[in-house]
Nanobody, 125 residues
Framework: VQLQASGGGSVQSGGSLRLSCTTS????????VAWFRQTPGKEREIAAA????????YYSDSVKGRFTISRDRAKNTVYLQMASLNPDDTAVYYC???????????????????WGQGTLVTVSS
């Protein structure tokens, strides 16, 4: 599974950005798709995830209420709408996919085995 992430950039604190993740060669059917993020010196952490088939979602406590993950079946794309951004959200964001995922595994990082390239999000104060 090849994943393409896009939409990163620079924004001021309080601003918004939307990231996109799409795949080529297949659909996301029966997959979970997640957005991870990583800053230098820290482990990659899962921010949000969605189960493609049912639309069930998972959010980490650090983004809950500010980020929204969604899917567009027609475009075979997963979005991460990020709002109320703050400097702590600065990171490289990665799109990842997990095959045959069940709901209880959505927030489990080790479930995800396919990775796209990262896209940098920079939030200035």
């Amino acid at each position: 599974v090849q994943l393409q992430a896009s939409g990163g950039g620079s924004v001021q604190s309080g601003g918004s950005l939307r990231l996109s993740c799409t795949t080529s060669g297949r659909t996301f059917n029966n997959y979970g798709v997640a957005w991870f993020r990583q800053t230098p010196g820290k482990e990659r952490e899962i921010a949000a995830a969605i189960r493609w088939t049912t639309g069930h979602t998972y959010y980490s406590d650090s983004v809950k209420g500010r980020f929204t993950i969604s899917r567009d079946r027609a475009k075979n794309t997963v979005y991460l709408q990020m709002a109320s951004l703050n400097p702590d959200d600065t990171a490289v964001y990665y799109c990842s996919a997990a095959p045959n995922i069940i709901y209880s595994q959505l927030g489990v990082p080790s479930s995800y085995i396919y990775w796209g390239q990262g896209t940098l999000v920079t939030v200035s104060s």
